[in-house]
DNA sequence: CTGAAAGCGCTTACAG
DNA sequence: CTGAAAGCGCTTACAG
């Protein structure tokens, strides 16, 4: 059993409210008390308890995280900058991994309600009619990283999607290229399935470029999706001299599958990704990237909700971040 | 401001103790006053608070989560089947990231004794000893998942590292390499530092192959690691036809390291990895690797963590799992 | 089957 | 500067 603050008080021979004022680091407690105090909570091993705090604080010092993906370089460096900006705030961090899986979704935000956290971080945008109606019902506020759900009171901090896969798409016009494939994601997906699209289509209309729709595919963002879409791509009669996929993973698969096809990259196939995750570099050839600001991208999802906290729930509006085209090796001018 | 019991049971018209009952779907509860209780929770959007819940019956179901560095595929790999097992048994992460953070690791442990989580895992052994210390006052079951450190007192989930590396060495000598050069990790760290460098040079001496010290190098387990570990064994005069890298990111730095100097893998030099991450089957060359049960790892550290918070704290034991050698196409047989 | 009361481990007015 | 008392939102004997 771990010693209370009753325990304390008693061994140093003051009352409990004494022992709290220490805690707490309240002036107004004579020195020697204090000294008396700490001695005994230092030889007692005392922590105080968290939970009691938060019951007549009635703040817990929580954020929910759901990610969608623990695994994916993308989620897990967000995160990973959410961590560091919410610990240095002084916020813990409870984590949610949810695979595609609603009801566990679902199961999550209620426990987070019930742990009463004081926001909400959700890096997907999956979310359907019963997920949309608890999230307003729970009165916490949420923040949505990197993805814009259609429900326009819930605030996000992304990118321009649509501007950003143009941008991308027009970088491979002006090296030459003229048959530019393209990998989508799930166009039930805003943010990352249709605004990229339409990036991608606008960026090629407006230079002229006719659309081959059998050089349009669509995956998962995942590895293996990237891979199979490009398989499909290859057997076409007009194979594409660029690919652009709208997710690093994506484009490693196609780039593997090219590979695998006895193709070079970026000789015979240039390949254009979308993320600038940790694989653009790590892989051979790196990868040509249109890069959202990830790490600032955790930081400034942090500093939102800290401020929507601060604010008892009052919307704090979209941050629009900006977007990099990052050049590697991937991508070269069409001969 | 959340809606309390009290408030359910006005609105119910019954006493709180009625709507507890309900709550925590105890029997004798008439079925018209669990009609109107459940009810009123549903109109008011009641969720009981897991604070005052937890207070009272001193259970919290927190498990509080320690990773090296979270954007890595082999720990965000292994937290994501931790987080599985967690969540099915009704438990909840509290996740912190320290990047060789000694400072945030000692904060956050007390953290977790502050938050009365009921288990804590760790996944690294470099434990200095003031963190040995407090681990042993908190008075908290903690599992080691995948290191050992050298504190007798902690349960471990792991695979024999000194036997993997053995075999994965073996298995380069049998395929005829005579010069294998090594890439070890941090000497500080038993398990992933000193057993696998002992089980490589007893497979070496084993097969009275000579040791050359100039191609032993050590890194930190990164890619970037690799890379320059690799960059200077190049430069030997006898530069090895293989080389053993304890993790993948580290023999990926590798490969990309001969890649970048004009050599191939496997046909110039064999590259064999460590851990059996993702990212084994992502690079090309796919990387043969000698595999940690990175899945069953984090399931068995939730078992191994219940079994001992039910225990009372009563340790379990080592569990020693298999490693498993899964060959790609990083390796070849000597010419 | 139902409810009043005590108690979980703290903090915070309030009084001195 | 210090302490007794009330209260945070629940659960759980206890009594009926």
Redesign the interface.
């Known amino acids: 059993m771990?010693p209370k603050i009753k325990d304390v008080a008693r061994a140093a021979g003051v009352s409990v409210t004494t022992v709290s004022r220490v805690l707490n680091g309240e002036k107004y407690v004579k020195d020697d008390l204090k000294n008396k105090v700490n001695q005994a909570i230092e030889q007692l091993?005392y922590?105080?308890?968290?939970?009691?705090r938060?019951?007549v604080r009635k703040k817990?010092n929580l954020i929910g995280v759901i990610v969608p993906?623990?695994?994916s370089?993308f989620y897990?460096?967000i995160?990973?900058s959410i961590?560091?900006a919410a610990?240095s705030n002084g916020y813990?961090?409870?984590?949610?991994?949810i695979i595609e899986d609603t009801d566990?979704e679902f199961k999550?935000l209620?426990?987070f309600?019930?742990?009463?956290v004081e926001g909400i971080i959700i890096m997907h945008e999956k979310i359907n009619e019963e997920i949309r109606t608890l999230i307003h019902?729970?009165?916490i506020p949420v923040i949505f990283s990197s993805v814009k759900p259609m429900d326009q009171d819930f605030t996000s901090v992304i990118i321009d999607d649509y501007k950003a896969a143009y941008d991308a798409t027009k970088y491979l016009i002006e090296l030459g290229h003229e048959e530019i494939g393209f990998i989508g994601g799930d166009m039930r997906d805003i943010t990352s399935g249709q605004n990229r699209y339409s990036g991608y289509r606008n960026a090629l209309s407006d230079h002229s470029i006719k659309i081959v729709y059998e050089n349009i595919r669509f995956g998962d963002y995942k590895?293996r999706s990237g891979y199979e879409q490009m398989k499909d791509m290859l057997r076409n009669k007009q194979v594409p001299t660029a690919v652009f996929a709208v997710s690093d993973d994506m484009a490693?698969g196609a780039?593997?599958c090219i590979?695998?096809h006895s193709l070079r990259v970026p000789e015979d196939i240039s390949i254009m990704g979308f993320d600038g995750s940790?694989?653009t570099e790590?892989?051979?050839p790196t990868l040509t990237s249109m890069e959202q600001p990830i790490h600032e991208m955790g930081r400034i999802t942090m500093g939102a909700l800290m401020k929507q906290i601060s604010q008892k729930g009052i919307p704090t509006g979209d941050i629009v971040l900006e977007h990099r085209l990052v050049v590697r090796e991937s991508c070269r001018k069409r001969e």
């Open positions: 771990q091993g922590a105080p308890s968290q939970i009691a938060s019951l817990t993906d623990l695994t370089s897990s460096t995160l990973s961590e560091e610990s813990n961090l409870l984590v949610c991994n566990k999550y209620n426990v309600q019930e742990m009463r019902k729970m009165n590895v490693l780039m593997n590979r695998d940790l694989l790590l892989v051979r």
